[in-house]
């Protein structure tokens, strides 16, 4: 029990992935801007589909709507998202758009 140490979580230093370069957490906080300005029904279908990659079946199961609807709704979270991501210069590159 010596080995083990129970620390407040707000004594823990704060860890950076090594390979989380400063360009990569500027993206991620990119990315997580432009999802908290997606409105819910797009950001759920979106973050299940292209973030979490599960299958459209899954999607539909998990927030009870019919395939259909999913599909249009990621279609439209895509366009959405890309069409932010490609003006936004932490996102462009990853997005397609200019850098």
């Not at 979106?46 to 999607?59: K, N, S, T, Y």
């Not at 979270?77 to 462009?92: G, H, I, P, S």
Request: charged share 30%; proline share 4%; no cysteine.
């Amino acid at each position: 029990r010596r080995w083990l140490l129970l620390v407040a979580p707000e004594e823990l230093p704060e860890l950076v992935a090594p390979s989380a370069t400063p360009e990569l957490r500027q993206a991620m906080r990119a990315l997580y801007e432009l999802l908290e300005r997606m409105h819910a029904e797009l950001r759920i279908v979106f973050a299940l589909r292209v973030v979490d990659g599960m299958e459209l079946g899954e999607v539909a199961e998990l927030t009870d709507v019919s395939l259909s609807t999913v599909k249009r709704r990621v279609q439209r979270a895509e366009q959405w998202f890309l069409e932010r991501a490609r003006k936004d210069a932490r996102l462009a590159s990853w997005a397609g758009g200019a850098t």
